[in-house]
C-alpha cells in the first residue's frame, strides 16, 4: 500500500536572505568598522572559546550597523507576515565575531528571544584582504559535515536526544537530520528562531572567519 499523504508536521522556518553585491558597500564599512573596534575594545567572553566576541551595541556607535539592522528589521517583517507571527519584531543586539584557526563557538541557544541570526559581510579575511564570495547558490546542509575550512554554523534539531529507538540510515534525509550546517556566503542573512541550539565549528582555513550575530525581540530598540 502507498502513501496517500505525507504530512511534514512541525516545521520550522529558518530563511537565507541573499543580498549578494546590492550591499557590497555596506560589507566593506561593516568590516571596516568590525576591525576598528577590534583594535580599540578587549571584546567579551560568551559562546567562543578563543576568538573575538564584541560588545553588543555596536548600532550606537557605527552607522554601518545601524543600516544593517534596518536590512534585518525589513527581513523579520517578511518573515513574521509570511510564517503567521504577529509583526513587531526588532533587532535589539548586534554584535561581531572573529574566529582563527581552531577557534569556534559552543553550543548555545538565544532563548530569551524571540529570533536571532547571523550576517555574513565576508566569507573570510586573508591578510589585509577581504575575501567576498558572492553566490546565487546558497543552502542549509542536512546532516554530515563535509570539512571544507570548517567555520560553519551548524543547527541541532530541537528533539535532538529524543529519537533515540528509531534507527537512522547513514544517508540523512530531511526527517532523519540531527544538524544543518550552514557555510559562509557573502552578503546572507540567516533568520531563525532562538530556541535552536547552534553553534560554530573550529575554523580550519587560512585567515581569519568573521560574522555578525543579533538577537530580536518585540518593542522598541
Not at 553550543?107 to 564570495?133: C, R, S, W
Request: aromatic share 14%; proline share 5%.
Amino acid at each position: 500500500m502507498g502513501i496517500d499523504k505525507l504530512f511534514p508536521c512541525f516545521p520550522i522556518p529558518i530563511e537565507v536572505h541573499n543580498f549578494q553585491k546590492e550591499t557590497h558597500d555596506l560589507n566593506v564599512q561593516l568590516m571596516n568598522d568590525i576591525y576598528y573596534e577590534l583594535e580599540n575594545s578587549g571584546g567579551v567572553v560568551a559562546s567562543n572559546v578563543g576568538g573575538w566576541h564584541s560588545e553588543s551595541d555596536l548600532h550606537t556607535r557605527f552607522p554601518s550597523f545601524q543600516s544593517l539592522m534596518n536590512i534585518i528589521n525589513n527581513a523579520l517583517n517578511q518573515y513574521c507576515d509570511k510564517h503567521g507571527y504577529e509583526s513587531g519584531l526588532v533587532c535589539k543586539r548586534i554584535w561581531a565575531n572573529l574566529n582563527r584557526e581552531n577557534e569556534y563557538n559552543m553550543p548555545h541557544h538565544h532563548g530569551n528571544n524571540a529570533m536571532t541570526g547571523v550576517y555574513y559581510p565576508v566569507k573570510q579575511v586573508i591578510g589585509d584582504l577581504y575575501e567576498f564570495n558572492y553566490s546565487e547558490n546558497v543552502s542549509l546542509q542536512l546532516g554530515t559535515y563535509d570539512g571544507e575550512q570548517g567555520g560553519c554554523l551548524t543547527i541541532q534539531d530541537p528533539s535532538y536526544g529524543l529519537k533515540t529507538k528509531l534507527r537512522k540510515k547513514k544517508q540523512y534525509k530531511a526527517f532523519t537530520a540531527d544538524h544543518y550546517h550552514y557555510y559562509p556566503v557573502a552578503g546572507t542573512l540567516l533568520l531563525m528562531p532562538s530556541y535552536l541550539v547552534h553553534s560554530v565549528l573550529p575554523f580550519q582555513g587560512e585567515g581569519e572567519r568573521v560574522s555578525i550575530s543579533f538577537s530580536c525581540d518585540y518593542g522598541d530598540y
